[in-house]
């Protein structure tokens, strides 16, 4: 059962939380700055998951008009495997469509089974492949989620 755990929206006063997850589940893909940038972002939509005051869940997205690209996606490795990752991308997926976007898109390394199957479980549909897209020199499979069909 899924646990019962409200998303909130990330700001500027969660900045240490959110650079100290984003180091420990994705070795750090964005520093202080790019942090600081991305919870003032007006184009921005960050949201995460607090659980006993930690914060275990980070989702953060850029909205183009009706459309928003997925950025950043973690949940912390304790808390992994419970429910935490759907929770959070359904939650992202409402505020969407809440504020008229018709289109999320997100991409992740073909390797990368757990998060496929997240995205897929969530009806988001294969759209492309990316070859080298990552600095490791990993292919990348892009998803897209039509918000229109699907809720
Ligand atoms: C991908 C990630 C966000 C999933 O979060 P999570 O909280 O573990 O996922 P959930 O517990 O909500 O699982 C939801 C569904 O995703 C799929 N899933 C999650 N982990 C999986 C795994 N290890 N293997 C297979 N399927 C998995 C399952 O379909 C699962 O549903 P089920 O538990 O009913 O089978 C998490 O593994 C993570 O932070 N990974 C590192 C960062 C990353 O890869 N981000 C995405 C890149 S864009």
Redesign the pocket.
Same mark, same amino acid.
């Given at each position: 059962m899924s646990p019962k755990i409200n998303p909130v929206k990330l700001t500027l006063k969660d900045l240490k939380h959110c650079i100290a997850l984003d180091r420990i &589940? =994705?070795n750090g893909i964005w520093n202080k700055q790019q942090w600081e940038e991305e919870l003032i972002n007006p184009n921005g939509l960050c949201i995460g998951i607090i659980k006993n005051s930690k914060l275990i !869940?980070l989702c953060c997205g850029w909205i183009m008009i009706d459309e928003i690209n997925?950025t %950043? =996606?973690? +949940?912390h490795p304790l /808390?992994?495997?419970? !429910?935490? !990752?759907?929770?959070l991308l359904s939650y992202f997926i409402n505020l969407a469509n809440n504020i008229n976007v018709k289109i999320i898109t =997100?991409?992740?390394?073909e390797n /990368? +089974?757990?998060?496929q199957? %997240?995205f897929? &479980?969530l009806k988001f549909r294969e759209l492309a492949k990316r070859n080298k897209l990552y600095s490791d020199g990993s292919n990348a499979i892009v998803f897209q989620l039509k918000i229109t069909e699907e809720s």
């Amino acid at each position: 059962m899924s646990p019962k755990i409200n998303p909130v929206k990330l700001t500027l006063k969660d900045l240490k939380h959110c650079i100290a997850l984003d180091r420990i &589940s =994705l070795n750090g893909i964005w520093n202080k700055q790019q942090w600081e940038e991305e919870l003032i972002n007006p184009n921005g939509l960050c949201i995460g998951i607090i659980k006993n005051s930690k914060l275990i !869940g980070l989702c953060c997205g850029w909205i183009m008009i009706d459309e928003i690209n997925i950025t %950043l =996606l973690a +949940i912390h490795p304790l /808390n992994k495997r419970q !429910g935490f !990752g759907k929770i959070l991308l359904s939650y992202f997926i409402n505020l969407a469509n809440n504020i008229n976007v018709k289109i999320i898109t =997100l991409e992740t390394k073909e390797n /990368n +089974i757990p998060a496929q199957a %997240l995205f897929r &479980s969530l009806k988001f549909r294969e759209l492309a492949k990316r070859n080298k897209l990552y600095s490791d020199g990993s292919n990348a499979i892009v998803f897209q989620l039509k918000i229109t069909e699907e809720s």
